[in-house]
């Protein structure tokens, strides 16, 4: 099971991943939907009472603008 810090480090040099994130975040909003599927493809344990520090964590990473 990937931890969200592996996955962030990941993130850094797969540009399959990149492009994923890109997709999901094209309009700038996760769904619960989103997110639970991305979760679950990439074997990442995390609630959905943390999404919201997760999109606070991807703004200040600069994956949302």
Same mark, same amino acid.
């Given at each position: ?9 990941? $993130? ?5 991943? &990149? !492009? %994923? ?10 769904? #619960?939907? %989103? ?12 609630? #959905?009472?943390?999404?919201?520090? $997760?999109?606070? &964590?991807?703004? !200040?990473?600069?994956? #949302?603008?």
């Amino acid at each position: 099971m990937a931890t969200v810090d592996e996955l962030v480090e990941r $993130y850094k040099t797969d540009p399959e991943l &990149q !492009k %994923e994130v890109q997709d999901i975040l094209a309009d700038g909003k996760v769904t #619960i939907k %989103e997110f639970r599927a991305f979760a679950k493809k990439h074997d990442v344990d995390v609630s #959905i009472k943390d999404l919201p520090k $997760y999109m606070a &964590q991807a703004k !200040k990473l600069g994956f #949302i603008k």
